[in-house]
């Protein structure tokens, strides 16, 4: 498929080849936040409506991520539950945690309960699995305050808010998804097993002890078939007492005893974001995808490619590097533009350097389908031409009238003309300027100082 310049260009517009343009209409299945306002927009928002297909607001255009989406606990729970489904990892829970405020801590503005004295207290949504208070304190003061999830503060939002863009529950279940057919459902259900296996993980909160590698809990099947766990390993090490170990389980042998001690004998930890060294007593996220000889600073456990935090510690391990469940699977699969999922079928449009299904490939503005019809891009979204002459219609500064989008043009900042020799000429001799330098002043060009001069001057 074509590629499309943008509106100052020669040629603003490009065909594309006859493809199949049929449509179903089809609801989302999951249409969770209705009515939630948008944090970009404000009251200009009367709260998010989910367009039929394309994953956005209808009045706002904005993506759901945006509005102030509540997501219940256990919606949560089981979205996080179903990527660690068929793997041996402890069950998945959302641990709350209530401490005493201090400095570093996010605070609500108000009083949760309005009751007459303002709580000392904050409630975290969320902690990291098995640590104990003080990793937990330690773990929250070394991530940025605003991604704090302490209960009524921004932090808490944005959590919901990147639990939703890091890990789309139509990345995971293809009855959520409108465009697949069943062999591609069948793709899809393959890549989502594959991921399970080979790349999904939650990082664990540690401390960090000179010259010892922590004990990290099993986590995926694969990694337990590679690496047999001595049975029953005594003795974790000092800083995974009180860990909330399932007794059933046993962990991968991971300590002492399975890595020679020279290895680790004169380690210095190292951030593997910022390659800055760890402190000892402070804690570190491990990743037992990435071994048990790397960490991570708790404010660099990040995703590669969007750089947010982790939300809730989950990962995608692929390349030596940590990324959040979108981005791991932007580097596998296409994703579509319009309607956020990843595509499974073989043939798919290209444009403007993204991917689009073919029948979602459509004009912004009217949602009229593209294929086989010329369009022009603006901001990497596509409009017909009758939307885009609509919206974006520009005045030729010669001869004032509108010049089509399917016209060439030429600009020189806020000034637009026809590219024509009738209207692209010298203001004082008439010549022809398509194609050469030229003098601009306000609304008129020159083709040479002495014509601007007796422009000028006259
Ligand atoms: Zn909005
Ligand atoms: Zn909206
Ligand atoms: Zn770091
Ligand atoms: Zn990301
Ligand atoms: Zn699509
Ligand atoms: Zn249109
Ligand atoms: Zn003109
Ligand atoms: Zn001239």
Redesign the pocket.
Known sequence: MGEVQHDAGDSPYESIAKIDTSKKEVVLGHEIGSGSKCLKCGDACTGLELHFWRRICKICKCSPEDHAVQIKEHETVRKVGRLFDSTNYKKYTVDKMTIEHTEMMAKPEAPVIGNAEPSKNITFEWIPQGATEKMVKRYMEMIPIENQPVEGTEGAQRRAQQMQKQLPDHDQQPELCQQLNTEEAERMLDFVKDYKEKAVGIGQVQPVVPHKVPQLQMQSLSLEESAPAPQGHPGAPDGVQGMDHEPEKTSVGVGEDTVPPKAVGEAKWKCCRCNQGMTGGDVAVFAERAGNDKCWHPGCFRCRTCNELLVDLIYFYKDDDIFCGRHYADLLKPRCAACDELIFSEKYTLAEELSWHIDHFC?W??D?VLGGRRYVARESHP??L??YDKLFAKYCGTCNQKIEADSKRLNHENNFWHADAACFKCSSCAVSLVGRSFLPKDRNIFCSVQCKRKYFNQ
């Open positions: 004009c503005n009217c009229t409009y017909c009758p939307c």
